[in-house]
């Protein structure tokens, strides 16, 4: 459990200690970030993050069931 709590911290912590400026995209996506606008680009980045972070939850679950079915006697 408390290393369960620990985890659930650390995360935290990397979620709200991220910066801002977190440059997401591929240099396609700058250029037109770039002619957008402030506003728009900062939109741009949060949905690349957004669409980024679901199949890296989903692999994430994955391997947790995985390995608490074959590490369990």
């Known amino acids: 459990m408390k ?3 620990a985890v659930l ?3 935290l912590g990397m979620v709200v200690f991220t910066p801002t400026a977190l440059s997401a995209q591929c240099s396609i996506c700058t250029k ?3 002619q ?3 506003k728009p680009a900062r939109g741009m980045n949060s949905g690349i ?3 980024a972070f679901a199949p890296l ?3 994430g ?8 079915t074959n590490l369990e006697p």
Do not use: A, P, S
């Not at 679950?61 to 608490?68: A, E, M, V």
């Open 3 to 5: 290393k369960r709590i």
């Open 9 to 11: 911290i650390v995360l």
């Open 32 to 34: 037109t970030t770039q």
């Open 57 to 59: 939850l989903i692999v």
């Open 61 to 68: 679950y994955i391997g947790y069931r995985w390995k608490k």
């Open 36 to 38: 957008l606008g402030e």
């Open 49 to 51: 993050l957004y669409l």
